[in-house]
């Protein structure tokens, strides 16, 4: 499950606090001790001293940390109070779309949100690539091009751009386009292991069985209970005739606890699959 949230680094000066204390408060504040950094951004916060700047960027670090503990409701009131104190904060618009998409499957708050980012700053890659996911969601094939188009243009070694681009193409048929989208995702990023899967997809719908199943080799070297992977591996390797493969591949993604909805939807292809291959 791919995010596009970029954690500032963030100098905070509290004028007239010059404790050992609050000067632990900005180094943790901004630190990857989820816990910790709440507590500490919390702090800053409902310091009297601290300058709406420094409070804006503290409520932004705090939105971060309640962000990577799933804690998304609160996230999203953060970010919300960093816009309230710094409407041009375009990174929290941009970090706030994300989770109403991602989470909350908000695509109007969402692609406001990327739209005021792109308002703020027109040169922001990332909002452009994440409205192209919402178009792309909402099925608007040409915007969602549009977008990641512009992304690339901004950013030509965005390998996330790329990989998108190509589910894209790959959504709308095109998967000689979606082929070569996914081959510049993984040159830019060689650990993309969507762009891998992406490009396997493609060449099990080449029917390139070979080729297909390198790729989902690739991504399981770098995650070994990649449930997507090992279940198209197995439609490849079923497809090839490697039929005790494919059965092995199924039960192991079976086994596997998954982690979102594409995880349970490829488990439901394994479990009628291997049940087809194996009857009782």
Not at 111 to 135: C, M, Q, T
Not at 138 to 147: E, L
Not at 160 to 182: I, M, P, S, T
Not at 218 to 229: G, N, S
Request: aromatic content about 10%; charged content about 30%.
């Amino acid at each position: 499950m791919l995010r596009y949230v970029a954690v500032l680094g963030l100098a905070l000066v509290i004028p007239g606090v010059a404790s050992a204390q609050s000067k632990r408060d900005i180094d943790t504040c901004n630190s990857n001790n989820h816990d910790e950094a709440i507590r500490a951004c919390t702090r800053i916060v409902n310091n009297r001293g601290a300058s709406i700047k420094q409070r804006s960027e503290a409520y932004y670090s705090r939105a971060i940390s309640h962000n990577e503990k799933k804690q998304y409701d609160q996230a999203i009131k953060d970010y919300t109070d960093t816009i309230r104190l710094d409407p041009g904060y375009a990174k929290a618009f941009n970090n706030r779309g994300v989770i109403y998409f991602e989470q909350k499957n908000d695509f109007d708050r969402a692609i406001a949100d990327y739209e005021r980012a792109i308002k703020l700053d027109p040169a922001y890659s990332f909002a452009f690539n994440n409205r192209g996911n919402v178009l792309k969601r909402k099925g608007d094939f040409a915007g969602a091009f549009r977008d990641y188009n512009r992304a690339i243009e901004i950013n030509p070694k965005y390998a996330n751009a790329y990989r998108n681009r190509g589910d894209a193409h790959r959504l709308a048929g095109d998967l000689d386009r979606a082929f070569r989208d996914y081959d510049k995702a993984s040159e830019f990023d060689p650990k993309l292991q969507a762009a891998y899967l992406g490009r396997g997809r493609v060449s099990i719908a080449m029917k390139e069985y070979d080729r297909a199943i390198s790729d989902f080799n690739r991504v399981l070297a770098l995650y070994d209970k990649h449930i997507e992977a090992l279940v198209y591996r197995s439609v490849a390797y079923e497809s090839s005739g490697r039929i005790e493969e494919a059965i092995a591949d199924y039960r192991n993604a079976l086994s596997l606890s998954p982690e979102d909805d594409d995880d349970r939807a490829a488990q439901v292809e394994a479990r009628d699959r291997v049940a087809r291959l194996q009857p009782r």
